[in-house]
């Protein structure tokens, strides 16, 4: 259990080196449960300490098996992430040397983090993938100010349920599964009787056990202040670390990458940081770099086999340069 700032402990999975010594740390952090597929996609967790590197695998805060209440997704990572970091860095099997890695929601919590003024002070290089960087304009509203209805209600519902389940609220979670269609997707869809329910604003009250901060999404509806404490595109100029950003062009999350990638480019916190920004987008899907076959989910069109990546090795080589001062030729 890793101690925050604020004493709230954070379930943490270390994975070391079999062998002895001190090794730089990659740190990742999730809500989906750190044993989930999704905290290691296609095996990334135990990838890397194969390679020499301590991975550590989090619940986020009120996750799982992680202390907390009050479940606050994005806002909360920034310290969390922070505190993580500097912990990772003080351990006997630490060099001191730290990065992160993750893809989707474990990719947000580090763009979020990256919004931390100053950053870790032992954070030296970062990896997101498949992420968004303007969480009110990809994430609860799109470009335009129109709520992501489709998407935010299934996901609350989705996230909520490990919350309703910590809570002991049992007809609570009952309840969540007339709301929507029964299915194996990551986040079922709503039966078209919720999709046209009305007024939005009785959601608030549906999911105030569920979601509770989902009151807040709605009451700032504006790209204010509210939603500039984690965007990245506003914080850019604090940034002072390589970053590998990596999106599919059929991604939910596309412009995520591409405009993290340009803000820090044009004004970053520093030369390196300018200087050192790589980007990689592929024919895939969300989530699609780590385990596509082919590009599967864009509709009709398939790129074939060889729009597979071993994103791993990619990923290697960046941290290799960084993290080691292994000249691997990705720079």
């Not at 580090?110 to 968004?132: D, G, I, K, R």
């Not at 609350?156 to 299915?183: C, Q």
């Not at 082919?294 to 009709?300: A, E, H, N, Q």
């Not at 340069?321 to 030729?329: A, F, N, S």
Request: hydrophobic content about 35%.
């Amino acid at each position: 259990m890793v101690p925050m700032r604020d004493g709230v402990k954070l379930a943490t999975d270390v994975f070391r080196p079999d062998a002895p010594g001190r090794f730089p740390v990659l740190v990742t952090r999730g809500p989906y449960g750190k044993d989930s597929y999704v905290n290691n996609p296609d095996h990334s967790i135990w990838f890397f300490p194969k390679h020499g590197y301590v991975v550590l695998s989090q619940d986020c805060r009120a996750r799982f098996e992680s202390e907390g209440d009050n479940y606050n997704p994005l806002f909360q990572e920034v310290q969390d992430g922070y505190d993580t970091v500097e912990w990772a860095a003080r351990q006997p099997w630490s060099n001191g040397r730290v990065g992160t890695t993750g893809q989707s929601y474990l990719g947000a919590t580090q763009y979020t983090l990256a919004t931390s003024n100053p950053l870790p002070p032992h954070l030296q290089v970062m990896a997101p993938v498949s992420a968004s960087a303007d969480f009110h304009e990809s994430w609860a509203y799109h470009t335009g100010g129109a709520m992501e209805w489709g998407w935010m209600v299934p996901y609350a519902i989705f996230k909520g349920r490990n919350t309703l389940a910590r809570a002991g609220h049992e007809k609570l979670l009952s309840l969540m599964d007339e709301y929507v269609l029964p299915a194996d997707n990551f986040a079922q869809p709503l039966t078209d009787q919720w999709y046209r329910h009305l007024p939005l604003a009785d959601w608030i009250d549906r999911l105030k056990e569920t979601a509770p901060y989902f009151r807040e999404y709605l009451d700032n509806e504006a790209d204010g202040p509210y939603w500039s404490q984690i965007n990245l595109l506003r914080h850019a100029e604090g940034i002072t670390l390589p970053m590998f950003h990596v999106s599919s062009w059929y991604d939910i999350f596309l412009e995520g990458a591409l405009n993290a990638y340009q803000a820090i480019r044009d004004r970053g916190g520093s030369e390196l940081a300018k200087r050192n920004q790589r980007l990689l987008i592929g024919p895939w899907a969300h989530i699609r770099p780590y385990t596509a076959p082919t590009s599967v989910d864009t509709g009709d069109i398939d790129f074939g086999p060889e729009a597979r990546i071993e994103l791993h090795q990619y990923l290697l080589r960046w941290f290799d340069y960084w993290l080691k001062d292994i000249d691997t030729g990705v720079m």
